[in-house]
T-cell receptor
Framework: GAVVSQHPSRVICKSGTSVKIECRSLDFQATTMFWYRQFPKKSLMLMAT?????????EQGVEKDKFLINHASLTLSTLTVTSAHPEDSSFYIC??????????????FGPGTRLLVL | QKEVEQNSGPLSVPEGAIASLNCTYSDRVSQSFFWYRQYSGKSPELIMSIYSNGDKEDGRFTAQLNKASQYVSLLIRDSQPSDSATYLCAVNLASKIIFGSGTRLSIRP
């Protein structure tokens, strides 16, 4: 399957700081990437759809000013958690959809970033 | 009603037996269905995708889709301890993938 990377894999930060997470599609160009959040023993919750060259589409209840998404190129999307608080501690996972699978909607996931806000 | 529903488990199956995982979905227009496996602390890994009614086999895995009943299942034959994980059912909905809450599968030796 397609390869998607995330960086960093794990981050610990102080409350009030901002954290940037990168998501890269390594062997294909992705016009669309997705950001999910997963709390312990819960399912993946879609936060936003990241579209190359345009604004991200946020799911209901997700604050766009707190979770800044930038999709500057066909292989890179970034999620910035601004003014992070302990309740933002979670497992953040990105996914990307190869263009050849556009109709079939297959997504490939990055390895995830575990964020701990102290 | 949740868009994608799964029994949370845990489902305990003896090694070598068949594990059967079930999922129902609410939106009749969904056309693409997926099963992902997620080990603890890791991100999901795509196991199977299915788009047409009937069965689709890949090695020890068989996905079954019944659009009339809005039901999709995953069978794992000759279950191995390494199959112990959480299995996520996912359905496309308006160009997004919606996940079920997952079924925790435990294969006992």
């Amino acid at each position: 399957g397609a390869v998607v990377s995330q960086h960093p894999s794990r981050v610990i930060c102080k409350s009030g700081t901002s954290v940037k997470i990168e998501c890269r599609s390594l062997d294909f160009q992705a016009t669309t990437m997705f950001w999910y959040r997963q709390f312990p023993k819960k399912s993946l919750m879609l936060m936003a759809t990241s579209n190359e060259g345009s604004k991200a589409t946020y799911e209901q209840g997700v604050e766009k000013d707190k979770f800044l998404i930038n999709h500057a190129s066909l292989t890179l999307s970034t999620l910035t958690v601004t003014s992070a608080h302990p309740e933002d501690s979670s497992f953040y996972i990105c996914s990307a959809r190869p263009p050849s699978n556009l109709e079939q909607e297959t997504q490939y996931f990055g390895p995830g970033t575990r964020l701990l806000v102290l | 009603q949740k868009e994608v529903e799964q029994n949370s488990g845990p489902l305990s199956v003896p090694e070598g037996a068949i594990a059967s995982l079930n999922c129902t979905y609410s939106d009749r227009v969904s056309q693409s269905f997926f099963w992902y496996r997620q080990y603890s602390g890791k991100s999901p890994e795509l196991i199977m995708s299915i788009y047409s009614n009937g069965d689709k086999e890949d090695g020890r895995f068989t996905a079954q889709l019944n659009k009339a009943s809005q039901y999709v299942s995953l069978l794992i034959r000759d279950s191995q301890p390494s199959d112990s994980a959480t299995y996520l059912c996912a359905v496309n909905l308006a160009s997004k993938i919606i996940f079920g809450s997952g079924t925790r599968l435990s294969i006992r030796p």
